[in-house]
């Protein structure tokens, strides 16, 4: 027994010390860094598609830009060419034959891929907003009709409204009753022309600083960047500017936005771009107290947003 130990252990020495021999102990000494993974280059590629695939693809978005703004050939062409370039193979067989609803889901990538489509956005033609008022708007266009911010007041209104004052932009439901809303706005200050409003909470707490300011019309909000600064909104970019305006672009990383604005019998008509190649139209009726009266967001699928001014 006691020579089969002296045998076992001998044998585990020489074990041991082949390892080390062959591997040995790491020291504490740095060692180069690796370079990362390239992990797309693990993924598949996409097989290539067949010619008749793709011209389909291109061919039915085309058509369906064509359909939706009218005779701009050299858009819709910048469009389907793009679309070709960023659409996933599954999405280009599935096209073809897709409802309306994934259309306009694959519409959305024209907003994330700025540098893809900023190009045809530059070339597009915008044409005229529809310029259809919907009822709940011509009856406060016929109730103010003597009271309205045009293009020929707007630089030279004054401030009418008193601090305190309050009002919010009530949605309208499909059958034109008042829907709710809590984004109450108070009016807590007036300097140069300016007013500033904040939201009130709903426990009646009122902000000590303004989170919108409107000034002839122009309504601004509180940059989220930078808390002392404000832009204009969205939806005012470009309003007052009657005929073609844009902004945004690769030197603000913003999507390029083309906006033709019209002004007929007391309302601003605006249209921009909407989702993929479709455009939207936005309809303002505005008080001459700066403020709007009744403002409606309708898209050519015939989809609209209304909402009016309610005061308390």
């Not at 209104?157 to 008193?162: A, D, G, H």
């Not at 007036?190 to 600083?209: C, H, M, S």
């Amino acid at each position: 027994m006691t020579n089969l130990r002296l045998f076992l252990m001998a044998g585990l020495i020489l074990v041991v010390a082949a390892c080390s021999s062959t591997h040995p102990v790491q020291t504490s000494t740095p060692q180069q860094s690796k370079k990362p993974i390239d992990f797309k280059s693990l993924l598949p590629s996409q097989p290539p598609l067949d010619d008749e695939t793709v011209r389909k693809f291109v061919d039915a978005v085309f058509s369906d830009c064509k359909e939706q703004v009218g005779n701009d050939d050299v858009y819709c062409t910048c469009y389907a060419d793009g679309m070709n370039t960023i659409a996933k193979n599954k999405t280009k067989i599935r096209y073809p034959h897709a409802s309306e609803n994934e259309k306009s889901l694959l519409g959305l990538v024209t907003i994330f891929n700025t540098v893809v489509f900023n190009d045809c956005e530059r070339i597009r033609s915008l044409a005229e907003p529809d310029m259809e008022l919907p009822e709940p708007g011509q009856r406060i266009l016929e109730q103010y009709s003597n009271e309205l911010l045009t293009p020929g007041n707007r630089l030279t209104i004054k401030p009418k409204l008193e601090l305190g004052y309050e009002f919010v932009m009530m949605p309208l439901k499909k059958d034109g009753t008042l829907g709710s809303s809590s984004m109450w706005r108070r009016l807590i200050e007036i300097e140069d022309n300016t007013l500033g409003f904040a939201y009130v909470g709903t426990d009646q707490r009122i902000p000590k600083r303004p989170s919108i300011r409107v000034r002839q019309g122009m309504e601004y909000e509180r940059s989220m960047v930078d808390d002392k600064q404000f832009k204009e909104s969205r939806d005012y970019r470009c309003l007052f500017e009657l005929g073609v305006c844009s902004f945004g672009g690769e030197k603000t990383g913003e999507r390029f936005i083309k906006v033709r604005t019209v002004f007929k019998n007391g309302v601003w008509f605006s249209r921009s771009p909407a989702n993929g190649s479709a455009t939207k139209t936005l309809v303002l009726i505005i008080k001459d107290d700066g403020l709007p009266l009744y403002k409606a967001t309708i898209y050519e699928t015939g989809l609209r947003n209304q909402s009016v001014r309610l005061e308390r």
